[in-house]
């Protein structure tokens, strides 16, 4: 249970079938305990996220929507090894563990930019998430947290809590004044800029990569080269993206604020 099996299509490819296991603890009585699967790992994130969300409002918790997603997309770099979701306190903390090879450094796991993802995760996986940092995001903007732990035996253990929803749209109001690390280094707001959403998702990818050419992002984004190049550029002109000596692109200290100030928009 919870690992991808290989399966014999009927035209002869192998398709890895993609099994977890979801427990909703209610107050009393013994956990409801549902094994569902997916073809892929991109239908795995919208179905199981929908699934686990559906017992989230059923038990009218305020774990988020958006941290959920994240934490469970992320599965794919256990490869879905002995994967368990939990629904635990009346939907209010969510808790994801697997089999996985682990997080070596998890406190950088947390921070926007930081992916493990592999070459082979990548052409699975095409979206622009920013590993775990949009997570934590959604986790503190509903005013709770998220942790990232070794599960015994192997593996990783990440737990998202959320504060009740009246408690979390007091702590929203009393932080939508800016006081976040970002709004500390821009009182007045990150600089505002002309970029396109496009390019909002190139600067992402460059973000998650660390460094790269126009030709991966093309890939990643399913975009032309050109088109990828002129993008680079103008993230460039703008001082959200340096050049190295290689000509590949890195984040800059802004770009790095910018992507932070924009994932919090994202989230809800």
């Not at 052409?123 to 070794?150: H, N, P, Y």
């Not at 396109?196 to 998650?208: A, F």
């Not at 770009?255 to 919090?264: H, K, M, S, T, W």
């Amino acid at each position: 249970m919870g690992m991808i099996h290989p399966q014999r299509t009927s035209a002869g490819r192998d398709r890895a079938e993609i099994s977890v296991r979801v427990a909703v603890y209610p107050e009393e009585g013994e956990p409801e305990i549902t094994e569902i699967s997916a073809s892929n790992p991109r239908s795995a994130t919208v179905k199981f996220t929908r699934f686990v969300m559906e017992k989230v409002r059923e038990s009218r918790g305020g774990v988020p929507e958006e941290a959920v997603r994240e934490v469970i997309e992320n599965l794919i770099h256990a490869g879905y090894r002995g994967v368990v979701v939990s629904v635990l306190e009346g939907g209010n903390k969510v808790r994801v563990s697997d089999r996985g090879p682990g997080i070596a450094d998890k406190r950088r796991a947390l921070e926007f930019g930081f992916s493990g993802a592999t070459p082979e995760t990548l052409s699975e996986i095409r979206g622009i998430g920013a590993g775990l940092g949009i997570a934590r995001a959604a986790a503190e903007k509903r005013g709770g947290t998220i942790t990232v732990e070794d599960n015994l035996g192997g593996g990783t253990v990440v737990t998202i809590a959320a504060t009740s929803r009246k408690d979390a749209d007091e702590n929203a109001a009393t932080r939508s004044g800016g006081e976040g690390r970002v709004g500390k280094r821009y009182p007045d707001g990150v600089p505002r800029l002309d970029i396109s959403e496009r390019q909002q998702r190139v600067l992402v990818t460059v973000l998650e990569c660390g460094e790269v050419g126009p030709s991966t992002v093309a890939e990643m984004l399913e975009i032309s080269v050109s088109t990828a190049y002129r993008d680079l550029l103008s993230l460039e002109e703008n001082g959200l993206v340096v050049s190295d000596e290689s000509g590949k692109r890195l984040i800059s200290p802004l770009g790095r604020d910018y992507v932070e100030a924009l994932i919090d928009t994202w989230v809800k």
